[in-house]
């Protein structure tokens, strides 16, 4: 077979040269090869893919941070000193209130006192001043209570020892009996209010001495 019977052979099929099965082939697994690259191209309206910021992007990133953190911090300090200033006023209030009930006790005293006196002269007096006298009572029960109400009491006094904490000597007598010290009068009553003490018991002293004159021990009883 010469060269001339194969190519008419090959026209005679409907094929060229040109169209021999494998180039077929490879047209076909180029065809498939650009359908695969068809695939992978995003669709249209998908998510672009991401991209780093750029370094304008990333100060600016970093600037709302920071301010985010300022802010953050300043709300907390702000928080934490009302918390604070809370706990004063709690701490505070009792105080304040405490100092208004002493501040008015004190100026209180000195009426009680007065009373007092009045109803001791009234009790000296025979008959004319009853009715007073039961006025008199009726106003002292009254502002004993209001003390009473108040968590204010009289400092103790009958039976005690002078106590510097409480009392206040006014007045000393030399007594042969008993002990140095010993509270023998009351002058003006002396007032707690809570553990506080607004005002000491002025009291008058015993000092004890022996027959001879000279002072005896304090505290020590007569053998």
């Not at 780093?52 to 934490?80: S, Y």
């Not at 209180?108 to 001043?129: H, K, M, T, Y």
């Not at 009996?177 to 209010?193: A, M, P, Q, R, W």
């Amino acid at each position: 077979m010469n060269d001339s019977d194969t190519d008419t052979g090959l026209e005679e099929n409907g094929q060229t040269a040109d169209e021999l099965p494998g180039d077929s082939a490879a047209e076909t697994g180029s065809g498939a090869a650009g359908e695969v690259e068809a695939v992978d191209e995003p669709e249209a309206g998908a998510e672009a893919p991401w991209e780093p910021p750029t370094e304008e992007e990333h100060r600016e990133l970093l600037d709302i941070r920071d301010k985010a953190a300022m802010i953050v911090e300043q709300l907390q300090r702000t928080t934490a000193e009302f918390e604070n200033y809370k706990k004063r006023q709690d701490r505070e209030a009792p105080r304040a209130r405490a100092a208004a009930v002493r501040g008015f006790i004190e100026g209180l005293l000195p009426v009680i006192d007065n009373f007092e006196r009045a109803v001791e002269s009234a009790e000296s007096q025979d008959g004319d001043g009853e009715g007073l006298l039961d006025g008199v009572r009726l106003i002292a029960q009254m502002i004993s209570k209001l003390l009473q109400d108040h968590d204010v009491v009289v400092v103790e006094t009958d039976g005690r020892q002078f106590d510097p904490e409480f009392h206040e000597a006014v007045m000393e007598e030399e007594v042969a009996e008993g002990s140095t010290g010993d509270i023998l009068e009351v002058h003006e009553k002396g007032y707690l209010h809570g553990d506080v003490l607004v005002r000491p018991s002025r009291v008058k002293v015993a000092k004890r001495v022996e027959g001879d004159g000279d002072e005896a021990g304090s505290g020590q009883e007569e053998s």
